[in-house]
T-cell receptor, first 112, second 116 residues
Framework: GNSVTQMEGPVTLSEEAFLTINCTYT??????LFWYVQYPGEGLQLLLK?????DKGSNKGFEATYRKETTSFHLEKGSVQVSDSAVYFC???????????FGGGTRLMVKP | DTEVTQTPKHLVMGMTNKKSLKCEQH?????MYWYKQKAKKPPELMFV???????INESVPSRFSPECPNSSLLNLHLHALQPEDSALYLC???????????????FGSGTRLTVV
């Protein structure tokens, strides 16, 4: 079956630091990959996506590249802000009609 | 309109109460979902509706009863809940339930449910 593995948090960074949150996946075929963000007390918001190998998704300074050879979709941002503090979920959607599969989530805390 | 709207935002109910959660979207999406999320955990799928028909029930106890009155509305009826059912209940929608989910799901802000 499909699975998504994320690095465990919390990840604590100072403002303007570089961010990487690792995500690897197991799936058959050619899945679509997503990063969702959940701010405190809110639902999940789609942050970025990639639908095929070597695609780069980007939004709000965040980016992730779909690497089929390493089955990875790591999230990066060059300079984090306090407002980026949230929980980030990596997710996979296959093309066989299965529902989204979520990773366990990674909490990011950015300190001033 | 690109949102999924959930009401109420917060709900406290006793174990003998009956209440309902509501979800609405006007994006023309034909698939709608209920998820349950406990603290510090990813969302867990409960139900999937495709073209207003229940297509997936992830072995959810019968005290949770979903309903899809039309393509824009999704309800979750609650009855005789237990304290361990306290959680954030999220509604989501997508273009279709089956086939490539190229656009992902759109989530609502959730209903924070506390069972006392």
């Amino acid at each position: 079956g499909n699975s998504v593995t994320q690095m465990e948090g919390p990840v604590t960074l100072s403002e303007e630091a570089f961010l990487t949150i690792n995500c690897t996946y197991t799936a058959t075929g050619y899945p679509s990959l997503f990063w969702y963000v959940q701010y405190p007390g809110e639902g999940l918001q789609l942050l970025l996506k990639a639908t095929k190998a070597d695609d780069k998704g980007s939004n709000k300074g965040f980016e992730a590249t779909y690497r089929k050879e390493t089955t990875s979709f790591h999230l990066e941002k060059g300079s984090v802000q306090v407002s980026d503090s949230a929980v980030y979920f990596c997710a996979l959607g296959d093309n066989a009609g299965n529902m989204l599969t979520f990773g366990g989530g990674t909490r990011l805390m950015v300190k001033p | 309109d690109t949102e999924v709207t959930q009401t109420p935002k917060h709900l406290v109910m006793g174990m003998t109460n009956k209440k309902s959660l509501k979800c609405e979207q006007h994006m023309g999406h034909r698939a709608m979902y209920w998820y349950k999320q406990k603290a510090k955990k990813p969302p867990e799928l409960m139900f999937v509706y495709s073209y207003e028909k229940l297509s997936i029930n992830e072995s959810v106890p019968s005290r949770f009863s979903p309903e899809c009155p039309n393509s824009s509305l999704l309800n979750l009826h609650l009855h005789a809940l237990q304290p361990e059912d306290s959680a954030l209940y999220l509604c989501a929608s997508s273009t279709y339930a089956l086939g490539p989910p190229a656009h992902g799901y759109t989530f609502g802000s959730g209903t924070r449910l506390t069972v006392v």
